[in-house]
């Protein structure tokens, strides 16, 4: 659905929940297991415009600064830092962002702010044979 219309929707995604931003390539691969989890067998590359990013980041905030300024309401968009992986899924120093997004932010994202969606599973495939 999503590479065809340039947009998330269809019977398989709800605006109703909260849809991830992996935006760290190694990360998304150990998460998906290099698309062969179940339900996890494909794998998209989605452009944005700037401005829906640069939008997407101005209302980002951690679970903690959520409790710090005391919202009952969790925010729009949640920034979650997560262990990166290397290609062999072995954990890494360093960490790697991701975003989730919710309500108002996410609708945007899903039918406004995308210029691209590439279906690369089968690059992803390919580049596992290395691994």
């Given amino acids: 659905y999503a590479v065809k219309h340039l947009e998330f929707g269809g019977?398989?995604?709800s605006y109703?929940?909260?849809s991830?931003?992996?935006t760290n390539f190694l990360w998304m691969m150990y998460r998906c297991g290099w698309a062969s989890k179940r339900?996890?067998?494909?794998v998209l590359a989605v452009w944005l415009t700037r401005e829906g990013f640069d939008r997407i980041l101005s209302e980002a905030l951690t679970g903690h600064d959520e409790k710090a300024r005391g919202l009952k309401e969790r925010s729009n968009v949640r920034l979650q830092w997560d262990p990166d992986h290397a290609p062999s899924g072995?954990?890494?120093g360093r960490r790697a962002i991701q975003l989730g997004l919710r309500n108002e932010v996410l609708s945007k994202y899903?039918?406004?702010?995308?210029v691209q969606i590439k279906d690369i599973t089968d690059f992803v495939k390919e580049q596992y044979e290395f691994v």
């Fill in 11 to 13: 019977e398989r995604f």
């Fill in 16 to 18: 109703s929940r909260m």
């Fill in 20 to 22: 991830w931003i992996k």
């Fill in 39 to 42: 339900g996890q067998e494909r």
């Fill in 90 to 92: 072995a954990p890494q």
């Fill in 110 to 114: 899903g039918k406004e702010w995308i």
